[in-house]
């Protein structure tokens, strides 16, 4: 008889990352010190560019929003991976896995759209800054900002679908952190050809898309930068490009070898060491990266506490 197109499993187990005894209550400490920076360096960020009339502009508009989505993206995946290292058994029911699954994917694609978004930003800043006001118009940073947001909407809808028409029977444990999609389709008693398209095809799309994006925009950025004549001009420049381009390279470049190759090809445990850069590194680096080192948000900070300190004395 075949199989109905439902769930026969009412809950997974998750692994975690590591079955070593001696690492667990180490790890503990060590993701969760890097939870609370991600979750404290963001909260800050939104703070301040609300709080700050001058930080309202499209960078920092963009900023505001990735910062919404590393502090959302994190609480999403690694109170979940806390667990795994102070309990014997991790559970999470079916239809939070599928849940937990929808939202990773939702966060981590429009990050894509909104890290190539913010490059085109960078590219109009430098290449046509008598142009940028008109092509960075607030309307057109909304159009942008909502154009990252539905990709993420409809492209997490397609994986989780994908994932639902799959019938799980008696293998209930999934060999990572968190409910991805790799290690769920290991667990089918059912074809899972369609899905490995799909991956292929969607993750394909939203990898290699916003990475040529990107690099032409910095190819154009790059020529602009060497037509400099001052050195302090060239270096300015530059190093408020290289500090995305970090973040952009390790961010597209563990989500490609992530997904980007048959499920067969290499171990579970090197696409978990993988997904902890995409899923926590970089929402923790990202406030540091593109905020902790720029002069205007130091100067919305010292003025901010000024002014609290200031009201409390009074």
Known sequence: MALKNVSLVTEFILVGLTDQPELQIPLFLLFLMIYLITEFGNLILIILIVLNSHLHTPMYFFLFNLSCIDFCYSS???????????????????????????????????????????????????????????????????????????????????????????????????????????????????????????????????????????????????????????????FKTFSTCSSHILAVSLFFGSAAFMYLKSSSAGSMDDEKVSSIFYNIVVPMMNPLIYSLRNKDVKNALNKTLTKRIFRSET
């Not at 029911?93 to 849940?99: N, Q």
């Not at 981590?108 to 006001?133: F, G, K, Q």
């Open 76 to 234: 999403v995946i690694i109170p979940k991976m806390l667990m795994n290292f102070i309990l014997k058994r991790n559970l999470i029911s079916y239809v939070g896995c599928m849940t937990q699954l929808y939202f990773f994917c939702f966060f981590v694609i429009s990050e894509c759209h909104l890290l190539t978004v913010m490059a085109y930003d960078r590219y109009m800043a430098i290449c046509n800054p008598l142009l940028y006001n008109t092509a960075m118009s607030p309307k057109i940073c909304s159009y942008l900002i909502l154009g990252s947001y539905c990709m993420g909407i409809t492209d997490a809808m397609i994986h989780t679908g994908f994932i639902l028409r799959l019938t799980f029977c008696d293998k209930n444990t999934i060999n990572h952190y968190f409910c991805d999609m790799r290690p769920l389709l290991q667990l089918s008693c059912t074809s899972t050809y369609g899905n490995e398209i799909e991956i292929f095809i969607v993750v394909g799309k939203n990898v290699i898309i916003p990475t040529v994006v990107i690099f032409i925009s910095y190819g154009f950025i790059l020529s602009n930068i060497l037509h400099i004549k001052s050195t302090e001009g060239r």
